[in-house]
């Protein structure tokens, strides 16, 4: 019976941690709602208060109306499926090349010698410079958007892939060379696992930069896309519907980045669980 009681008391205590972190992250959303029904009211306000013009900033209610409006043409959802499809092409292509040469620049050093400088003068160039020249080779077809978006996301993924993996303590390192273990075992039971965190890290931030340099490739050379739909409200004067491209774009970085998050989550589950415990 008092085993029964003691074990009953380590398990109340056990959940004590959780119950509260889940109550601090429902606190968290709500205080993010608060903040923004906040901002919207102030801004709501403010527009009307002080008789700002439309055509220099829109209060939210106009807002709202031309986001209604532009679902229900159907401008804002065929943008939303040709810049979506543009960003996930894109980081994607990024993602599967960031990684390849990433692994290569951490384990071969000739390679890091030789191609990384390279990498790094390629990514200095600014991208609006050069996406004219992508257009010229590539055509103005939605390929030269994925190009572009590909190289803007490309650089956040390679540099913290290359952090990720030369980051493996020296002590791990030890132990499987006294083991007698191969490279290929080193780095897929070492290395790779040590470098999930740094890698997703990269991948958050190169997802956000793909929504940039599709919305880029757009700017220079497009007949859709959201990107498209924003200059042409531009030469409109249509400044409510600009801003509401802009919250559908800034909606878009967030759902993609708490993708990102979530597979963080799911796949370095054990980062997790050793916080909880530190806890």
Known sequence: MLMTVAKRKNASAFRLPVSRKR?????????????????????????????????????????????????????????????GFEIVLGFLFAAAAALALGTLISQIRIVEVVLYPYVVAIQTLPKVAIAPLILVWVGFGIESKILIAAMVAFFPILVNTIVGLKSTPE????????????????????????????????????????????????????????????????????????????????????????????????IVFWRRESSAGGH
Request: charged share 10%; glycine share 10%.
């Open 23 to 83: 109550r601090q992250a429902l606190w968290h959303r709500m205080l993010v709602v608060i903040f923004g029904v906040a901002l919207v009211a102030v801004w709501e306000g403010a527009c009307h208060w002080y008789q700002i013009s439309d055509f220099v900033l829109p209060p939210p209610s106009q807002i709202l109306k031309a986001l209604v409006e532009g679902f229900r043409s159907g401008q804002l959802l065929t943008g939303i499926k040709v810049t």
């Open 171 to 266: 002590a791990k390192l030890e132990l499987m060379r006294s083991l007698s273990a191969n490279r290929w075992k080193t780095f897929w039971y070492v290395q790779w696992p040590e470098a999930l965190p740094y890698i997703f890290a990269g991948l958050n931030v190169g997802i956000v930069m793909a929504v940039l340099g599709a919305i880029v490739g757009e700017f220079i050379g497009s007949k859709a896309g959201l990107g498209y739909l924003l200059l042409q409200m531009n030469y409109n004067l249509d400044v409510a519907g600009m801003f509401s491209v802009l919250v559908v774009l800034g909606l878009m970085g967030v759902l993609f980045n708490l993708i990102a998050q979530y597979a963080h989550r799911r």
